[in-house]
């Protein structure tokens, strides 16, 4: 008689642990390979000006001369900034206010063509901005949009709103219809069922869609420095790219470096402080 050979428990807990660590290098080696651009960038700007082309993994000599060229009152880095918030926070707040109303339309209501409409949204966010850039260029010459934030802001919205309806229908279309029919019997409008239930339990999908939209609009720079040359309306990104050194014709490295990390510190702070309520937001469609 022949015997089947059958595995210990032993041997199945030691694929499983062999597997488990297999993981665990994959995600720390994806980790590091995401991080390394950004440590490399602040080991950079923590480097003495003199030592702003050396390749050693740590600054010689901690320095913040970079931060302080950043912000030197002739780069314009700071109103540049500020700049950057009122972009980003009127695109998000400006496409919330559309996305949530018509994502809830398309989610709730039922008419022909829906379906349509949705594959027009996002087929609207695969033109690339450069084919865009011109004809903004002469709508806002014609307008007399140059130099404002609304010749920013605008297009913006148009690359955000895509994404952003699209996850709100996706996140509304999930949630039970019974509710609001339940508030309804119990005396509220629709207006107020929408405002009183849906809304705060849409609270999770709403808040991650508005971070996606910022980091979005704060990271702008092709239509941002395509309608804009007055130094003091421009955003924080088109003034890096203008940053310049002593001499005409120096490499301004590690002041760029430095600018760059302020710019993207705030990211980076955003997504680590609400990061439970992003994948809650992300994840709250999978599951009824």
């Given amino acids: 008689m022949s015997t089947t050979p059958t595995t210990t428990p032993i041997t199945a807990i030691g694929r ?8 665990r290098i994959g995600i720390a080696a994806i980790v590091v390979y995401c991080l390394v651009p950004f440590y ?23 320095s913040f001369d970079n931060y302080a060229a950043a912000f030197d009152a002739r780069n314009g880095f700071g109103r540049a900034l500020l700049n950057s918030l009122v972009v980003a926070g009127a695109t998000t707040a400006l496409t919330l206010l559309v996305a949530i109303f018509a994502g809830y339309a398309l989610a709730r209501l039922h008419f022909r063509g829906k379906t349509l409409i949705l594959t027009l949204i996002i087929a609207a966010s695969m033109f690339p901005p450069i084919t ?28 955000a709103l895509p994404l952003a309806v699209w996850n709100l229908t996706a996140f509304f279309r ?18 107020q069922a929408f405002r009183k239930v849906v809304l705060p339990l849409a609270a ?14 704060w ?18 990104n088109v003034i890096v790219s203008l940053f310049t050194g002593q001499y005409k014709y120096d490499q301004p490295f590690g002041t760029q470096m430095a600018a760059g990390v302020v710019v993207t510190l705030p990211l980076v702070l955003a997504v680590l402080f609400f ?5 809650d937001g992300l994840t709250a469609g999978g599951l009824k």
Avoid: H
């Fill in 174 to 191: 999930q949630m039970p219809a019974e509710l609001e029919k339940a508030a309804q019997v119990d005396g509220c409008t629709a207006a």
């Fill in 132 to 159: 865009l850039v011109v004809p903004l260029l002469r709508l806002f010459t014609d307008a007399g949009w140059i130099n404002t934030y609304q010749a920013m802001i605008v297009p913006s919205m148009s690359f």
């Fill in 219 to 236: 990271n702008e720079f092709l239509i941002a420095v395509s309608v804009v040359n007055d130094r003091q309306m421009m955003t924080a």
């Fill in 16 to 23: 499983f642990r062999t597997g488990s660590l297999a993981r």
């Fill in 204 to 217: 999770p999908g709403i808040f991650t869609t508005a971070i996606l939209v910022f980091i979005c609009a």
């Fill in 40 to 62: 490399w960038m602040v080991v950079s700007s923590l480097r003495r000006p003199s030592d702003q082309f050396s390749n050693s993994p740590l600054p010689a000599a901690v």
């Fill in 275 to 279: 990061q439970r309520r992003i994948v």
